[in-house]
């Protein structure tokens, strides 16, 4: 496989489940994001990860937990969500460095969430 | 803060025309990059082009191309002879050019692009 892939693709979950989303990365990149998409909103930016140290945490609830265990995998562990949690959960990452050209992201096909 | 705005929501062309979407953007910075990303039903965020706001030339794709205008802070994408694989929405998105790790890309609304047969 190549690319960003994401697992799974929908998700439906009850409010006091515990579920994960997983991403994957075969670009060889050094950065991964979780991005929250959801209707008639902005790309909301949720965690990113430098060389595996995360270096961005946009206020979050804590019900969002993220992992990084290497560079190539990223988790996002979800637990006592809200309805409003519901979106589409995307994955990317990119090749972070201080030289031209800018890094571009690349995204995964993310993953649906439905929170009951 | 950096802004960035598509004021079309939604936007419908003939199949084999040319569209323009509009996007603008507030910064106060002078180096940055300015993207134009494409999601279509797969939902798979595609990049389509991208401008480094230090070149005056605008960027060209084969089919598509922007119209960069930094005073104005104006970054609109032109799709010519429209096809139905254009069909999607389309961001813009702005990204600081800088040395810090935490700089991040900032994304428009987008603009749902539908193409008429």
């Known amino acids: 496989e190549t690319g960003v892939t994401q697992t799974p693709r929908h998700l439906v979950m009850g409010m006091t489940n515990k579920k994960s989303l997983k991403c994957e990365q075969h670009?060889?990149?050094?950065?991964m994001y979780w991005y929250k998409q959801s209707a008639k909103k902005p790309l909301e930016l949720m965690f990113v990860y430098n060389f595996k140290e995360q270096t961005e945490n946009n206020s979050v609830p804590s019900r969002f937990s993220p992992e990084c265990p290497n560079s190539s995998h990223l988790f996002l562990h979800l637990h006592t969500l809200q309805p409003e949690d519901s979106a589409l959960y995307l994955c990317a990452s990119s090749q972070d460095s201080t030289s031209r050209p800018a890094n571009v992201l690349t995204f995964g096909a993310g993953s649906r969430l439905t929170v009951l | 803060a950096q802004t960035v705005t598509q004021s079309q929501p939604e936007m419908s062309v003939q199949e084999a025309e040319t569209v323009t979407l509009s996007c603008t953007y507030d910064?106060?910075?002078?180096?940055?990059?300015l993207f134009w990303y494409k999601q279509p039903p797969s939902r798979q965020m595609i990049l389509v082009i991208r401008?480094?706001?230090?070149?005056?030339q605008n960027a060209t794709e084969n089919r598509f191309s922007v119209n960069f205008q930094k005073a104005a802070k104006s970054f609109s994408l032109k799709i010519s002879d429209s096809q139905l694989g254009d069909a999607a929405m389309y961001f813009c998105a702005y990204r600081r050019w800088g040395l810090d790790r935490d700089d991040k890309i900032i994304f428009g609304k987008g603009t749902r692009l539908h193409i008429l047969p």
């Open positions: 670009l060889g990149h050094n950065a």
């Open positions: 401008q480094e706001a230090y070149k005056q």
């Open positions: 910064t106060s910075e002078s180096d940055y990059y």
